[in-house]
Nanobody
Framework: QVQLVESGGGLVQPGDSLRLSCVAS????????MAWFRQRPGKERSFVAA????????ASADSVKGRFTISRDNAKNTVYLQMNSLKFEDTANYFC?????????????????WGQGTQVTVSS
């Protein structure tokens, strides 16, 4: 069973950048598609970005297109979310998720394994 641990969250100002990391243990992520979701205050959890098992196919939410980039390093069992030009509305708890499969999926119910989340707060 894969365990996921996120890190890299913090308090930043609008326009700043952050890179989130998600390290997997208990197995290799080579056969897993990976994704990031987020839960903003008072909102349901929502899709942010996903990446296929080879890192070739990606998908991202319209709200983060052009600002956030998902990537993976299978040798390090790690997935990243590079977040640039952060906005107030990006404030959320960010979760890493994994699904056994090849394609980048956007639906939350497609992902079996979840991390505990890392908090990102954008404030001036």
């Amino acid at each position: 069973q894969v365990q996921l641990v996120e890190s890299g969250g913090g308090l930043v100002q609008p326009g700043d950048s952050l890179r989130l990391s998600c390290v997997a243990s208990g197995g290799t992520i080579n056969n897993y598609a990976m994704a990031w979701f987020r839960q903003r205050p008072g909102k349901e959890r929502s899709f942010v970005a996903a990446i296929g098992w080879r890192g070739i196919s990606t998908a991202s939410a319209d709200s983060v297109k052009g600002r956030f980039t998902i990537s993976r390093d299978n040798a390090k069992n790690t997935v990243y979310l590079q977040m640039n030009s952060l906005k107030f509305e990006d404030t959320a708890n960010y979760f890493c998720a994994a699904r056994l499969g090849t394609s980048a999926q956007q639906r939350e119910d497609q992902y079996r394994y979840w991390g505990q989340g890392t908090q990102v707060t954008v404030s001036s």
